[in-house]
Nanobody, 125 residues
């Protein structure tokens, strides 16, 4: 069965940190680009980070550069997003996503067909 199952998230104060995790089953992540999107109330879904295979192929949306770090462990079929110095504007539902490498190379985005269930991140004092 093809599934992406997310964990982590929750409520954190401004300046705090959280780590989101995503475990893939039924996929071999060696053949996929991996990424995270988020969607805040009333806003469109936004690509936060996307990683092809290595750190050198990683991109981040400007608002999170220097604060968020995406990582992947292909042996464990896991993708993580470490978030630090969180701000109220980071409040959103976060989704992990994977995309076949060939599709990613054509479209240069992780937006694809396979999504996690979504995890709420709320940054508030």
């Amino acid at each position: 069965q093809l599934r992406l199952v997310q964990s982590g998230g929750g409520l954190v104060q401004p300046g705090g940190s959280l780590t989101l995790s995503c475990t893939a089953s039924g996929f071999n992540l060696n053949y996929y680009a991996v990424g995270w999107f988020r969607q805040a109330p009333g806003k469109e879904r936004e690509e936060v980070s996307c990683m092809m295979l290595t750190d050198s192929s990683t991109k981040y949306v400007g608002a999170v550069k220097g604060r968020f770090t995406i990582s992947r462990d292909n042996a464990k079929n896991m993708v993580s997003l470490q978030m630090s110095d969180l701000k109220p504007e980071d409040t959103a539902v976060y989704y992990c996503v994977i995309r076949p490498l060939a599709d990613y190379l054509l479209k240069q985005t992780c937006y694809g067909d396979y999504w996690g269930q979504g995890t709420q991140v709320t940054v508030s004092s």
